[in-house]
């Protein structure tokens, strides 16, 4: 993969959106994040101090603002789904350019559902959906603290470039990551869904028994193989190799005090992802007929609020 100088805007530069602002900035990529006054501010004055394991401790300075001004190689959008209609409005399709050489919008959100609406917005030829496999909480703005072993990246993008898909990789791999290209149009539903069916257990689960990961597998086993083989059947559906007991393994290889983002979130008094994970998993399942009795409980006891 090829690798130049790129300029990158990161929408919501929090756990996920500062970790990768801090990294490319580090390998030498101009970076500007988007994000409130506040937060903008405390970026322009201080940089972003990350804390990682894999990737030591360290400061990268970065750019600041509440809105794109200009055109830039490409927008990763890290922002919380529940936070996504007003956090674009950051992002004006004017700012991205025009032609071939328009920026791309990378969305890295949980869910499944949400590439259609970028796609209306900034059209089809700029939206390049990926997932990312990580860790990384924000603790105060700025501050990141990154604690999984790992940072992978699956990046894909049918109606993309493939050139423009190569260089952005190329970008996040001098940055540290690691990163997996596909520009199959058929690759993109099975990328997507290959992360819900390993989120969706875990979410849910964390979040309606307010346990980590390792008293999940413990006391909760039989509802998580369940869940788990409901939802690799929506996933196989939706287009998706979804393994349940691959995707069980590597739950029990998991740190046994991981927690999920949503569990912070409900632990935080945030607005939780339940729609895009769980309302975007009830209706496929329901779309390709597919009985999801464990996830349909669970989803209503954690909107809910149950314990």
């Known amino acids: 993969m090829t690798n130049s100088e790129l300029t990158v805007a990161v929408l919501g530069p929090g756990g996920v959106g500062g970790l990768l602002a801090a990294l490319l900035a580090r390998s030498g990529h101009r970076v ?31 750019e600041a603002d509440t809105e794109l001004r200009e055109p830039v190689d490409a927008v990763l959008v890290a922002v919380k789904h529940t936070a996504l209609e007003a956090a674009l409005e950051r992002v004006p399709a004017k700012a991205l350019g025009d032609g071939p050489d328009a920026g791309l919008v990378v969305p890295l959100l949980n869910g499944v559902e949400h590439p259609a609406a970028l796609r209306a917005r900034y059209g089809g030829e700029h939206v390049a959906p990926a997932v990312i496999r990580v860790e990384s909480t924000r603790v105060a703005p700025g501050v990141i603290e990154h604690s999984s072993p790992f940072a992978e990246v699956d990046l894909t993008g049918a109606s993309v470039p493939r050139e423009r898909l190569d260089r952005l990789a190329g970008a996040l791999e001098s940055a540290g990551l690691r990163v997996r290209v596909s520009a199959d149009g058929n690759d993109e539903a099975a990328t997507l869904w290959a992360k819900m069916s390993f989120l969706a257990p875990f979410a849910l689960l964390t979040t309606r028994y307010g346990v980590p990961l390792g ?15 409901e939802i690799t059947a929506v996933s196989r559906a939706c287009g998706s190799p979804a393994d349940a007991a691959a ?26 992802e339940l729609d ?14 597919v009985a999801v009795p464990v996830a349909s409980r669970l989803i209503r006891e954690v909107g809910d609020g149950v314990r």
């Open 247 to 272: 995707a069980l393994a590597r739950y029990d290889a998991f740190p046994p005090e991981t927690k999920s983002s949503m569990q912070r979130d409900a632990e935080a008094g945030r607005p939780l």
């Open 32 to 62: 500007i994040c988007l994000a409130g006054d506040g937060t903008a501010q405390a970026l322009r004055e201080h940089g972003i101090q990350v804390r990682s394991r894999q990737f030591g401790e360290f400061t990268a300075r970065v």
């Open 215 to 229: 008293e999940v597998r413990t006391h909760h086993r039989e509802e998580l193989v369940a869940l788990t083989e």
């Open 276 to 289: 895009a994970i769980g309302g975007a998993l009830l209706r496929a399942a329901e779309q390709h007929g």
